[in-house]
């Protein structure tokens, strides 16, 4: 690549290789493009980025001593050289998954199925995955420079299907929204981001949005039990497949789940199509699955390849992370939403032999008013509540801790340090326990104020079971 061919005017050549704007991911011969914002200003890793091997330097600073172009916006510049240089993600077939929970299990069962028929890139919460590459990621719908490059090499490898994860925050940011999507899938909505949001209607119409990226020839797969179907529905103007337990184009019947697997009958418009076996848990995993089912066989897959894929070892990071050690069963899930709350302990409440453990904290700066509700179902479902860290960020973590206890309806521990906690709920533990830790799934780390310190809850899990 070539600035010229883009500036036109110019009369000296400057290749590179690729644009990026995190300088993380700065491999020799980049472009690097700093631009400043709402929390992070890239211009304070230049540096970085040319100890990375980086070529050449957009900013809105004049660098005297590298070679670089001063812009006024750099932001809008970059987005503009994005779409100048790479078209890759015109020839692939897209599907965006959104909604509040389920994104990362949906796309992640997408993905599998695709990958099983032809070839496809996933880009989502656990970052991204393409033939036999992971890349990290640091948001669920990373910056428009990561897009690109990834959809970018999986045209370059011969990738047919990219699966999508969009967050709100993403699509407010203008991640993603150069794209047109070929199908759209909504899971759910629940009280989330209403920090940024304010209403629960101002997140969903930022969510769909995305119905303005649909190709013409386009679908979308949407979950009819979802109090918002019929709102949805008014909105779209493509065809809709609908999926759900109770209502639904693809419906589930007769579903049996354990701590290993879930199964039960597919029906579509009523008509018996076969069993589905999934080594997934609990009744929320159903409607992912049905997601997945719903899109993958309209795309004409047959469900022989889709049966297949669902009943092999099936492993989505941070979700459900099982253990069961000295007659005790351990569960580390990413889950921090009072619906995810809900969702995981009823399907659990069924299987209990012993007592319910549940240890939770709550993000700083997002929203408080989802605490007391994840307190009052925590306790609601649980026999012990133990309340902890989970990057309280700058806010007070006494102020969080406050919150979740609001509507706590029995006595329960506080432990200020997550490692504490664990440590207190092990020791608390009987045989045919079952301790649950909400919240961070497999993050590696936790932010308090502005550092960032070293902490996995499963293997926090194993340290101390083994110590």
């Avoid at 012993?354 to 700083?364: K, S």
């Avoid at 909400?438 to 308090?448: D, P, R, S, T, V």
Wanted: proline share 2%; charged share 20%; net charge positive.
């Amino acid at each position: 690549m070539d600035l010229n061919d883009y500036f036109n005017k110019w009369k000296i050549s400057i290749s590179f290789n690729n644009i990026k704007d995190d300088s993380r991911l700065v491999k020799p011969g980049d472009l690097f493009v700093a631009w400043r914002g709402k929390s992070h200003n890239g211009e304070s890793y230049i540096a970085d980025a040319i100890a990375g091997g980086a070529s050449f330097i957009i900013s809105s600073r004049h660098l005297d001593s590298f070679p670089s172009l001063y812009s006024s916006d750099p932001k809008r510049l970059l987005d503009s050289l994005l779409h100048f240089y790479y078209h890759g993600h015109e020839s692939l077939k897209k599907i965006a998954v959104t909604g509040t929970d389920g994104k990362t299990t949906t796309s992640t069962l997408i993905h599998k199925i695709l990958n099983s028929y032809s070839k496809s890139v996933l880009i989502g919460t656990n970052g991204i995955y393409y033939s036999n590459t992971h890349i990290n990621t640091f948001n669920t719908t990373p910056s428009n420079a990561i897009i690109y490059n990834t959809l970018e090499e999986a045209y370059l490898n011969n990738i047919k299907f990219a699966v999508i994860e969009m967050s709100s925050e993403g699509i407010l940011d203008n991640r993603g929204t150069f794209l047109s999507f070929d199908a759209f899938l909504f899971t759910n909505l629940s009280a989330e981001h209403l920090n940024t949001h304010k209403t629960m209607k101002s997140y969903l119409d930022c969510k769909l949005k995305l119905l303005n990226l649909l190709s013409n020839d386009a679908i979308c797969i949407i979950n009819e039990d979802s109090k918002y179907y019929k709102y949805i529905k008014d909105k779209i103007r493509h065809p809709i497949i609908s999926y759900g337990i109770n209502k639904g184009d693809y419906t589930a019947k007769n579903i049996q789940y354990d701590f290993y697997h879930l199964e039960f009958d597919l029906y579509y418009k009523n008509i018996y199509l076969d069993q589905i076996d999934v080594n997934l848990f609990g009744i929320y995993n159903v409607y992912n699955t049905l997601g997945a089912i719903a899109y993958t066989y309209e795309l004409g897959i047959p469900l022989s390849i889709i049966k297949n894929v669902l009943s092999s070892n099936i492993h989505i990071d941070g979700r459900f992370e099982y253990l069961n050690a000295y007659n005790k069963h351990f569960i580390v899930d990413f889950g921090h939403t009072p619906e995810a709350f809900k969702a995981l302990l009823s399907s659990i409440k069924p299987l209990n032999e012993g007592r319910i453990i549940t240890i939770f904290g709550a993000q700083g700066g997002k929203d408080p008013k989802k605490r007391p509700k994840m307190g009052l179902i925590a306790s609601t479902y649980s026999d012990i509540v133990i309340l902890t860290s989970e990057d309280p960020k700058n806010e007070s973590l006494f102020s969080i801790i406050n919150d979740l206890s609001k509507k706590i309806k029995t006595d329960y521990y506080i432990a200020l340090k997550r490692d504490n906690a664990i440590a207190l709920a092990i020791r608390l533990m009987k045989e045919k326990d079952i301790l649950i830790i909400f919240g961070k799934g497999n993050e590696n780390i936790e932010i308090i104020k502005n550092y960032k310190f070293k902490h996995n809850d499963m293997n926090t899990i194993k340290r101390l079971l083994n110590s």
